[in-house]
């Protein structure tokens, strides 16, 4: 019986409640690993959207492993032999639990943590993972032989198996990672694991039923030949390994967009991947809340509008995330409604898994492995966005006439924004230009919607104004691009008159790491976080002088900054996870802080800083400096009880350890101030708000260039009282409050919770703004 046949069948019975408690139960697991195992590896590649992406790549490689496992077992003519096998393969998998990081491996290897990462996932995790994975194919192919004529068709099952990792995945940030600590998780999962390994053999016993249950006609039929089904062409193959391949490229090329081009915001990764489950739940309905009409309409129009905003950076951060993920949604539903078009009969239902799985693989690896070797920006979004027009219609039939017309005036509109670019600006008011751009874009993108139902016209036009949009798109003066494993990095400039002219910047996805003026008379001032007048700057300028030659540790190198505080008589060690941060700022052709500005010895140790600073010799340190926290990836090991007691072992006597905690989304003081406390040091909280940027009625000291310094948030910890006796002194240093917020641990961490600690926050400032505003007397 063919699925189509399956489709004309008025009456259906129900799927029975253990096939779905089965399939949900596998998913929520899978998904659950995924965001546990990924925390366990935070202390030794950092917080990275590259190791996000890169386990997201593993994780799917591990889903095709069991997904062939899946196709090959179902071969088994004996339904029987296939449920023992199965239940035999997850028991074996237990054997590497209960869940943990393998220390076979050893410490990451800077030049390669991808590899090292791959390996780790492999042998920590791989086994259960394929295992969890292959139950959804093989119970739809169990569902198939063993179901009465009538019954719903099997791939419906797939909808619960998302169903099931939608929820998980939500569950994790939500609920189990702010209630439960990490030894509770590990062993929680463990637990789980077993329980599913005995809700699987009596998934196996309701088989074996349902199997001697059926009629002896039905029976007779297995023995028998099969009936005839479409043959499966390599056509059909390769479709079903496309279609999956570019919703799966997509969902890594948004998230690693929006964190470098657009706003970095923890659990943004979050989105996109509950969004691509969403549509496989759409897509594997019986009746899909949006038709397949609907979608291409509302796909074509998302394209073009992202095609049109690619470029500009700079405008409404909330339109761009929502346009963005509404184009990545749209364009993954209607190629997964696609796939789910072309599905086989269900004799073929595991191969077509196979398939699909195949394609997530091939879309995750592109853009995990080979996009950061070959591209230096995140250019692999847009090409795969580009090349899912290709699955829209090609229309039947010659191109109509209004349709070339439609192309022609588009190519022409789009040639004249950049000719409008060219030719006005700098001789024209700058809005009037860029109105009169997104004017002729606008047209543009109004052709690509209208060419929609013939991909091959419509790709053309995406192309044509996507570079169109790219020339005349926000006017920032990029002067390099490099990318490494850790995420991409950005050298900028900017004219500051009150600088003396160009300041260069260093930017790893949208998170300023530095910045210097390249006029002689302010080229050695630290800028924005380091400068003199901040909570860093007045904690180095303190230590020097207390004595008259200092050792420095910092962990986070930047631009260098901290290199121009030094003397002929002092040490500086930076500790730096990203090898391309340190060849970016010891060129002088970039930074000079490190290299001109330096007085004192410099040297770096590449690695994560909880790994390295562990094998420093103790009370090394006049001056530590933890700079690790202003990206939204967090790296959260840094900032636990466990870390901070290591760091106070580093610090000679009277030395003092700086926590740099300036971060847009997350409130970090009350974990850092509790930590600090419960580690048994002394702490003080500052936060410094930076002078007014000067305009044509204010001056220094009343106000300060842009970047001259910046507000800032910092604590600082020492061993004792005598330690801190300088600062404390000090009107702009208070003591810190330990219970604001629960100390983090390297068993329990909240982000969030600082996350709403943070909305929280913002929330109680614009309502006081607004109070005094009504209660302010009226003029």
């Given at each position: 019986?063919?699925?189509?046949?399956?489709?004309?069948?008025?009456?259906?019975?129900?799927?029975?409640?253990?096939?779905?408690?089965?399939?949900?139960?596998?998913?929520?697991?899978?998904?659950?690993?995924?965001?546990?195992?990924?925390?366990?590896?935070?202390?030794?590649?950092?917080?990275?959207?590259?190791?996000?992406?890169?386990?997201?790549?593993?994780?799917?490689?591990?889903?095709?492993?069991?997904?062939?496992?899946?196709?090959?077992?179902?071969?088994?003519?004996?339904?029987?032999?296939?449920?023992?096998?199965?239940?035999?393969?997850?028991?074996?998998?237990?054997?590497?639990?209960?869940?943990?990081?393998?220390?076979?491996?050893?410490?990451?290897?800077?030049?390669?943590?991808?590899?090292?990462?791959?390996?780790?996932?492999?042998?920590?995790?791989?086994?259960?993972?394929?295992?969890?994975?292959?139950?959804?194919?093989?119970l739809q192919a169990w569902r198939a032989r063993t179901a009465e004529e009538g019954a719903g068709e099997p791939y419906a099952l797939y909808a619960a198996?998302?169903?099931?990792?939608?929820?998980?995945?939500?569950?994790?940030?939500?609920?189990?990672?702010?209630?439960?600590?990490?030894?509770?998780?590990?062993?929680?999962?463990?637990?789980?694991?077993?329980?599913?390994?005995?809700?699987?053999?009596?998934?196996?016993?309701?088989?074996?039923?349902?199997?001697?249950?059926?009629?002896?006609?039905?029976?007779?039929?297995?023995?028998?030949?099969?009936?005839?089904?479409?043959?499966?062409?390599?056509?059909?193959?390769?479709?079903?390994?496309?279609?999956?391949?570019?919703?799966?490229?997509?969902?890594?090329?948004?998230?690693?967009?929006?964190?470098?081009?657009?706003?970095?915001?923890?659990?943004?990764?979050?989105?996109?991947?509950?969004?691509?489950?969403?549509?496989?739940?759409?897509?594997?309905?019986?009746?899909?809340?949006?038709?397949?009409?609907?979608?291409?309409?509302?796909?074509?129009?998302?394209?073009?509008?992202?095609?049109?905003?690619?470029?500009?950076?700079?405008?409404?951060?909330?339109?761009?995330?929502?346009?963005?993920?509404?184009?990545?949604?749209?364009?993954?539903?209607?190629?997964?409604?696609?796939?789910?078009?072309?599905?086989?009969?269900?004799?073929?239902?595991?191969?077509?898994?196979?398939?699909?799985?195949?394609?997530?693989?091939?879309?995750?690896?592109?853009?995990?492995?080979?996009?950061?070797?070959?591209?230096?920006?995140?250019?692999?979004?847009?090409?795969?966005?580009?090349?899912?027009?290709?699955?829209?219609?090609?229309?039947?039939?010659?191109?109509?006439?209004?349709?070339?017309?439609?192309?022609?005036?588009?190519?022409?509109?789009?040639?004249?924004?950049?000719?409008?670019?060219?030719?006005?600006?700098?001789?024209?008011?700058?809005?009037?230009?860029?109105?009169?751009?997104?004017?002729?874009?606008?047209?543009?993108?109004?052709?690509?919607?209208?060419?929609?139902?013939?991909?091959?016209?419509?790709?053309?036009?995406?192309?044509?104004?996507?570079?169109?949009?790219?020339?005349?798109?926000?006017?920032?003066?990029?002067?390099?691009?490099?990318?490494?494993?850790?995420?991409?990095?950005?050298?900028?400039?900017?004219?500051?008159?009150?600088?003396?002219?160009?300041?260069?910047?260093?930017?790893?996805?949208?998170?300023?790491?530095?910045?210097?003026?390249?006029?002689?008379?302010?080229?050695?001032?630290?800028?924005?976080?380091?400068?003199?007048?901040?909570?860093?700057?007045?904690?180095?300028?303190?230590?020097?002088?207390?004595?008259?030659?200092?050792?420095?540790?910092?962990?986070?190198?930047?631009?260098?900054?901290?290199?121009?505080?030094?003397?002929?008589a002092d040490r500086l060690t930076f500790f730096e996870i990203d090898p391309l941060v340190v060849k970016i700022s010891t060129n002088p052709a970039n930074?000079?802080?490190?290299?001109?500005?330096?007085?004192?010895?410099?040297?770096?140790?590449?690695?994560?800083?909880?790994?390295?600073?562990?094998?420093?010799?103790?009370?090394?340190?006049?001056?530590?400096?933890?700079?690790?926290?202003?990206?939204?990836?967090?790296?959260?090991?840094?900032?636990?009880?466990?870390?901070?007691?290591?760091?106070?072992?580093?610090?000679?006597?009277?030395?003092?350890?700086?926590?740099?905690?300036?971060?847009?989304?997350?409130?970090?003081?009350?974990?850092?101030?509790?930590?600090?406390?419960?580690?048994?040091?002394?702490?003080?909280?500052?936060?410094?708000?930076?002078?007014?940027?000067?305009?044509?009625?204010?001056?220094?000291?009343?106000?300060?260039?842009?970047?001259?310094?910046?507000?800032?948030?910092?604590?600082?910890?020492?061993?004792?009282?005598?330690?801190?006796?300088?600062?404390?002194?000090?009107?702009?240093?208070?003591?810190?409050?330990?219970?604001?917020?629960?100390?983090?641990?390297?068993?329990?961490?909240?982000?969030?919770?600082?996350?709403?600690?943070?909305?929280?926050?913002?929330?109680?400032?614009?309502?006081?703004?607004?109070?005094?505003?009504?209660?302010?007397?009226?003029?």
């Amino acid at each position: 019986m063919t699925t189509a046949d399956v489709a004309s069948t008025p009456a259906r019975s129900r799927t029975p409640a253990i096939y779905v408690a089965a399939v949900f139960a596998s998913a929520g697991l899978v998904f659950l690993v995924e965001p546990m195992v990924a925390k366990l590896l935070l202390p030794l590649l950092g917080g990275s959207s590259a190791v996000w992406n890169t386990s997201l790549a593993f994780f799917q490689a591990a889903l095709l492993g069991g997904y062939l496992y899946a196709h090959l077992l179902q071969k088994l003519p004996s339904l029987r032999r296939q449920t023992l096998i199965h239940i035999t393969v997850l028991l074996a998998a237990a054997l590497v639990l209960p869940l943990r990081v393998s220390g076979v491996l050893g410490d990451p290897a800077t030049g390669h943590p991808a590899l090292w990462l791959l390996g780790v996932l492999t042998l920590s995790i791989g086994a259960p993972f394929a295992a969890l994975s292959a139950t959804a194919p093989l119970l739809q192919a169990w569902r198939a032989r063993t179901a009465e004529e009538g019954a719903g068709e099997p791939y419906a099952l797939y909808a619960a198996s998302n169903l099931g990792s939608l929820l998980a995945l939500l569950a994790y940030p939500l609920l189990v990672e702010p209630l439960a600590t990490l030894q509770a998780q590990r062993f929680g999962w463990s637990l789980g694991y077993g329980l599913f390994v005995i809700l699987m053999a009596a998934m196996a016993a309701h088989v074996w039923r349902a199997q001697a249950r059926r009629p002896l006609t039905d029976a007779l039929k297995d023995l028998g030949p099969a009936e005839p089904a479409v043959p499966v062409t390599w056509k059909d193959r390769l479709a079903w390994l496309l279609l999956a391949a570019i919703p799966s490229s997509l969902m890594l090329g948004v998230t690693a967009h929006l964190a470098t081009d657009v706003a970095s915001a923890p659990f943004l990764w979050v989105v996109p991947l509950a969004l691509y489950l969403i549509t496989f739940i759409i897509a594997f309905q019986d009746r899909p809340v949006f038709t397949r009409t609907q979608v291409l309409v509302f796909q074509g129009a998302a394209v073009a509008a992202v095609a049109f905003n690619l470029p500009y950076h700079a405008s409404g951060i909330l339109m761009q995330i929502g346009l963005h993920l509404a184009a990545f949604f749209l364009t993954a539903l209607m190629c997964h409604q696609a796939l789910v078009a072309r599905r086989p009969a269900a004799s073929h239902l595991t191969e077509f898994y196979l398939w699909m799985s195949l394609g997530g693989v091939v879309g995750g690896a592109f853009n995990a492995f080979l996009a950061p070797v070959i591209f230096s920006t995140v250019l692999e979004y847009p090409m795969v966005l580009v090349a899912s027009v290709f699955v829209r219609p090609w229309g039947e039939g010659p191109v109509k006439r209004w349709q070339w017309i439609t192309l022609a005036a588009g190519i022409v509109a789009a040639h004249l924004a950049v000719l409008t670019f060219h030719v006005l600006w700098g001789h024209v008011d700058a809005q009037i230009v860029q109105l009169v751009e997104k004017l002729f874009l606008g047209l543009a993108t109004l052709a690509v919607f209208l060419l929609r139902g013939r991909a091959l016209l419509c790709a053309a036009m995406v192309i044509i104004l996507a570079l169109s949009a790219n020339m005349v798109g926000d006017k920032a003066q990029v002067l390099h691009h490099w990318r490494s494993f850790f995420g991409v990095l950005r050298e900028t400039k900017v004219t500051v008159p009150g600088l003396g002219g160009e300041v260069r910047m260093l930017a790893h996805g949208t998170t300023l790491h530095g910045a210097q003026a390249q006029d002689s008379r302010y080229r050695c001032r630290p800028l924005v976080y380091y400068a003199p007048e901040t909570p860093i700057g007045q904690v180095f300028i303190q230590a020097r002088k207390q004595k008259p030659a200092i050792d420095i540790g910092a962990v986070g190198l930047g631009t260098g900054s901290v290199a121009a505080y030094t003397r002929k008589a002092d040490r500086l060690t930076f500790f730096e996870i990203d090898p391309l941060v340190v060849k970016i700022s010891t060129n002088p052709a970039n930074f000079s802080y490190t290299t001109e500005c330096a007085r004192g010895q410099v040297s770096y140790v590449l690695g994560d800083a909880r790994l390295t600073l562990a094998r420093q010799p103790p009370q090394a340190f006049d001056v530590l400096l933890i700079d690790a926290f202003s990206s939204d990836s967090v790296p959260a090991h840094l900032l636990t009880v466990e870390a901070i007691r290591g760091y106070l072992g580093h610090l000679k006597p009277g030395g003092v350890l700086i926590l740099h905690l300036s971060n847009r989304n997350l409130e970090l003081r009350g974990p850092a101030m509790a930590a600090a406390v419960a580690a048994g040091g002394v702490a003080l909280l500052q936060r410094h708000i930076g002078a007014p940027m000067c305009d044509a009625r204010t001056r220094w000291p009343d106000c300060a260039p842009n970047m001259f310094e910046s507000s800032e948030d910092a604590v600082i910890v020492g061993r004792d009282k005598a330690s801190l006796a300088a600062y404390a002194a000090d009107s702009r240093w208070t003591p810190a409050d330990p219970t604001r917020a629960r100390p983090w641990t390297d068993n329990y961490t909240n982000l969030f919770g600082a996350m709403w600690a943070r909305v929280a926050e913002r929330l109680d400032t614009w309502f006081e703004n607004t109070m005094d505003r009504l209660n302010a007397p009226k003029t």
